[in-house]
């Protein structure tokens, strides 16, 4: 069974900080991984995905990856209030088959 | 870019009917759309692959004869949830492949069946 963890939290950072978000995954073959936001009640909204080890960075976000430990990380620098949402990692095997951990419930407070 | 339209977003059917819900890619052509379901506090669960011109292909527990999945063009995949129940109410939601740009949702549907 190939699995996506995430602790499902929830996260609650202040307004400002580095929220750091988490997913493991057992298929050690897998090849691409992505972060999604979901706003409640809203469908997945893709933040970044990553390919290669190391790191990705787009604006105030960063993925990390290591294929070694089989781990996927996110970075939110300087978090915002609108950047409370669930985040979701997902984990493609099979050419768009996504696999989703549970999701993790972030609250940025003022 | 790469924007995925679904129609409609929710829909109250009575337990019996069927319900038909569209996925449509609006300015790239998407040979291969996914289906999810997302029931309440929890993750999506991938239900089948749209395949443009070719039958879907259906994760392990999914009634293909419940979920008719039909990709007749590359913009446009449909699902029908067949004699609908209300076990089926959940957020259905379609992906299409950004060809190397990661994956694209649709705004999602929200079936409620009564």
């Known amino acids: 069974q190939k699995e996506v963890e995430q602790n499902s939290g929830p996260l609650s950072v202040p307004e400002g900080a580095i929220a750091s978000l988490n997913c493991t995954y057992s298929d050690r073959g897998s090849q691409s991984f992505f972060w999604y936001r979901q706003y409640s009640g809203k469908s997945p909204e893709l933040i970044m995905f990553?390919?290669?080890?190391g790191d990705k960075e787009d604006g105030r976000f960063t993925a990390q990856l290591n294929k070694a430990s089989q781990y996927v990380s996110l970075l939110i620098r300087d978090s915002q209030p609108s950047d409370s949402a669930t985040y979701l990692c997902?984990?493609?095997?099979?050419?768009?088959?996504?696999?989703f951990g549970q999701g993790t419930e972030l609250s940025v407070k003022p | 870019g790469a924007v995925v339209s679904q129609h409609p977003s929710w829909v109250i059917c009575k337990s019996g009917t069927s319900v038909k819900i569209e996925c449509r890619s609006l300015?790239?052509?998407?040979?291969?759309m996914f289906w999810y379901r997302q029931f309440p506090k929890q993750s999506l669960m991938l239900m089948a692959t749209?395949?443009?011109?070719?039958?879907?292909?259906?994760e392990q527990g999914v009634e293909k004869d419940k979920f008719l999945i039909n990709h007749a063009s590359l913009t446009l995949s449909t699902l029908t949830v067949t004699s609908a129940h209300p076990e089926d109410s959940s957020f259905y939601i379609c992906s299409a492949d950004r060809q190397g740009n990661g994956y694209t949702f649709g705004s999602g549907t929200r079936l409620t069946v009564v």
């Open positions: 990553i390919y290669s080890n």
């Open positions: 749209s395949n443009e011109g070719s039958k879907a292909t259906y």
């Open positions: 300015d790239f052509q998407a040979t291969t």
């Open positions: 997902a984990v493609d095997n099979q050419g768009g088959k996504l696999i």
